[in-house]
C-alpha cells in the first residue's frame, strides 16, 4: 500500500503539472506530519520535561502543539487535495489513475470537511489538564472531564500500548492520553501525584509551614 501511494505521488510529481505537484507536496504532508508526531509522542515517553503554565488560581499542563499542528495540517491537505488534483486531472489532463485517486480522495475530503469545519469554529481546542486548589479538569480536543480533589485517591501510568495517565477514585475517573501531552509521562504523573498527596501545594493556597 505504500509503495503504491509513493509510486502515485511519484507518477504526480513528473507529470509536470503545477496543480499535481501541489497535490503530491500535500499528501505528502498527509502522510509524513502525522507519522513524525506518532514518533515524537513515543519518544517523549522518556521525556523528563514538565510543562507548567501558570495562571491565578490554577494550573496549566498543556497539550503537545506539534501533535495537535500535524493533525491539523494532515486534515488540511485531506480537504485540499481533491482540489489540487481535479485540476490536475480535468484541466492538465494528468492519467494513470489519477482519475480514480480524485474520486476516493473527494470521497474522504467529504468526510473530513465537518470535522476541519467544527476547527475553524473553535469547537476542537488543544487538550489541557487544569488544576486548581479543589477541582481536576481534563479537556480533551472536544469533552473534558473532572473531578474534586476529595474524590481522588490515585495516580498511575497504564502499560502499553495505549500509555495514559489515570487519576482514579471509588466513583470517579480521569483519563489523560500522555502521547498528547507536551510533559513526559514519569514528571507529569509525579507532579499530579504530589498535589494529591499534599493540598497544601495545590494553587490558589499559600503553603503553611
Request: hydrophobic letters at 55%; proline letters at 7%; charged letters at 15%.
Amino acid at each position: 500500500m505504500i509503495a503504491g501511494l509513493g509510486l502515485g505521488l511519484w507518477i504526480l510529481w513528473i507529470s509536470g503539472s503545477t496543480p499535481a505537484r501541489i497535490a503530491t507536496v500535500l499528501m505528502a504532508a498527509v502522510v509524513l506530519l502525522p507519522t513524525a508526531a506518532l514518533v515524537l509522542s513515543m519518544a517523549r515517553r522518556r521525556s523528563e520535561v514538565l510543562v507548567i503554565e501558570e495562571n491565578p488560581g490554577e494550573v496549566a499542563l498543556r497539550g503537545s502543539l506539534f501533535f495537535a499542528l500535524a493533525l491539523l495540517i494532515a486534515l488540511v491537505g485531506l480537504v485540499l487535495y481533491p482540489v489540487a488534483l481535479g485540476v490536475a486531472v480535468l484541466r492538465d489532463g494528468v492519467e494513470e489513475g489519477s482519475m480514480t485517486m480524485f474520486v476516493v480522495s473527494f470521497l474522504v475530503a467529504l468526510a473530513c470537511l465537518p470535522v476541519l469545519v467544527m476547527v475553524l469554529l473553535g469547537k476542537y481546542r488543544l487538550n489541557r489538564l487544569v488544576i486548581t486548589h479543589d477541582l481536576v479538569t481534563y479537556h480533551g480536543y472536544r469533552r473534558a472531564s473532572s473531578a474534586p480533589w476529595d474524590a481522588l485517591d490515585r495516580v498511575e501510568i497504564t502499560p502499553e500500548p495505549k500509555v495514559q495517565m489515570l487519576i482514579s477514585g471509588p466513583e470517579t475517573e480521569i483519563q489523560i492520553p500522555l502521547g498528547l501531552m507536551a510533559s513526559g509521562p514519569v514528571p507529569l504523573a509525579e507532579y499530579v501525584d504530589d498535589l494529591l498527596r499534599l493540598p497544601n501545594r495545590r494553587p490558589g493556597k499559600l503553603p503553611t509551614n
